[in-house]
């Protein structure tokens, strides 16, 4: 046991690093409570530290902890994109009024953030359900209490009860259905549970509630519809640092676990044949059905409720659970190439989804709103955060020389080359919708005059240089995606049944 552990510990280094930097994080925060930028510092440095070492690393494939966990180019992708959102998110929560407002609680909120990121690399690399579920619940313990960090906003603390009780119903949930899974297999590796269902000795009936109880804690990680209750009040309610940080990391933690399980658990691996980019899926388990009415479903109740919303915020959190739908639609082609245009979506929306949350979180710092209609006139008092903000909506509603737009167009091309052309214009339909209230965000600050007077708004150069990190690859990676696209593609190329 010992000698598996320590074989398995030299592949677990970013893992470590950020393991290490949540306890100095917390050391420090006892010591030196007044030293803020300290913490910052401390623990942008350790997600750096992480990030260099993971891209340092070279792409192998290798199981370890006893068949737990698995490394490989697919978990490799996921952990960058965590830990750049990691990295940026703590960035912002130096910029963040909401934040900074409890300085002697700083340490406490830092090595919680660091902590969701531990959580959510083990969440990617997971490749046994009892691994998956371990993972999540740290994440998510993490994560119900982080919401709820702004102790003297009512909404902030509504928001960590209703996250506490939906995840708390989800996780148990998933849990039951775990264990139905390990009665039917006796396994929970998900490797063996392929092996197991291939033999055709499962009662198919039971398997299909077991599945949709696993669902039911994937479809609430990553918002999907009739999941997805708790997005828009936690979003509201939570310091805009943490919103950006779930609507991105946590939903991609979600879906690599759900990608991974899917593949493994369902791939009728006899049936393969060579060359065929469509998956044959074992027998008797509409993998494919259920994803298309999930995805037809998040996308278009998210995109139709946002069109009421008038809190920024709010609306965002509408668009994330719409984003979702999009992304469901790459796993429901259940194909190499829609799970190459599921992780390319991420990339952009990496950057795309968090420069929104950003902008929004300086606005709220300098007006004190996140009404929508106390946008008016932003165009001129800050010509450059409104023309980012119109870039990033932009981006999120597909529209070229975007990045938003290569995302929606590698996920609508995986269906149509599945036949699945009925998806496809759906979800190009759920595009054109959500361009109007993207765009009512636009008319406000371009073509509304605002009521107060008009006077220049003016931001740090710090504020507008990671402003710039995130608006020039949302641009950059819509014109050059070819890189993108090859690294998506070996990621998938190299991960299947271990």
Not at 195 to 224: D, E, H, P, R, W
Not at 233 to 256: C, N, Q
Request: charged fraction near 10%.
């Amino acid at each position: 046991m010992i000698n598996q552990v320590l074989q398995s510990l030299p592949y677990i280094v970013p893992e470590l690093i950020v393991t290490g930097t949540l306890c100095l994080v917390l050391l420090l925060s006892l010591m030196m409570r007044k030293k803020s930028d300290l913490l910052v510092f401390v623990a942008a440095l350790g997600l750096f530290a992480a990030l260099a070492v993971l891209t340092s690393q070279p792409f192998a494939s290798a199981c370890l902890f006893f068949k737990m966990t698995v490394i490989d180019p697919f978990s490799q992708f996921f952990k960058l994109v965590i830990l750049f959102a990691a990295l940026i998110v703590v960035l912002m929560s130096r910029f963040s009024d909401e934040v900074n407002q409890i300085k002697k609680s700083l340490g406490e909120y830092y090595f919680l953030v660091v902590s969701m990121t531990l959580g959510m690399m083990f969440m990617v690399s997971a490749s046994n359900l009892l691994m998956m579920y371990l993972s999540l619940e740290l994440t998510s313990l993490t994560s119900y209490v982080v919401v709820g960090f702004i102790k003297q906003s009512k909404n902030s603390s509504e928001a960590s009860l209703k996250y506490l009780l939906y995840g708390a119903f989800s996780s148990g949930v998933m849990l039951y259905g775990i264990s139905i899974i390990y009665g039917l297999t006796g396994t929970m590796e998900l490797s063996g549970i392929n092996q197991v269902l291939a033999q055709g000795s499962a009662n198919t009936a039971m398997l299909l509630i077991g599945g949709i109880m696993l669902l039911v804690g994937f479809g609430y990680k990553i918002s999907a519809v009739p999941f997805h209750f708790w997005t828009p009040d936690v979003y509201e309610g939570a310091p805009t640092t943490i919103t950006a940080f779930l609507s991105v990391a946590s939903k991609a933690a979600g879906f690599a676990m759900l990608m991974r399980a899917l593949k493994i658990m369902f791939l009728d691996s006899s049936a393969l044949e060579i060359g065929n980019e469509f998956w044959p899926l074992i027998h008797g388990i509409p993998v494919v059905e259920i994803l298309s009415v999930l995805a037809v479903l998040t996308m278009t109740i998210g995109n139709l409720v946002a069109l009421w919303q008038d809190n920024v915020k709010r609306l965002l959190a509408y668009s994330s659970i719409a984003q979702a739908g999009y992304m469901l639609l790459g796993l429901a082609t259940i194909s190499n190439e829609g799970y190459s245009a599921v992780m390319l979506y991420f990339i952009v929306y990496l950057f795309m989804n968090l420069g929104a949350f950003y902008v929004a979180m300086l606005i709220s710092n300098t007006l004190g709103s996140e009404n929508i209609h106390d946008y008016k006139g932003l165009g001129r008092r800050a010509p450059f955060l409104s023309v980012s903000m119109a870039v990033f909506l932009v981006s999120l509603t597909g529209i070229p020389p975007t990045a938003g737009f290569i995302g929606k167009w590698m996920i609508f091309l995986s269906l149509i080359n599945v036949k699945m052309i009925g998806l496809a214009v759906i979800g190009v339909l759920n595009s054109v919708v959500s361009l109007y209230y993207y765009l009512r965000i636009v008319r406000n600050m371009f073509l509304h005059e605002g009521e107060k007077e008009e006077v220049a708004i003016r931001y740090p150069l710090a504020q507008q240089l990671l402003l710039l990190c995130l608006m020039v690859p949302t641009l950059y990676f819509g014109i050059f995606f070819n890189p993108l696209i090859e690294l998506v593609q070996f990621s998938v190329q190299m991960f299947g049944i271990k």
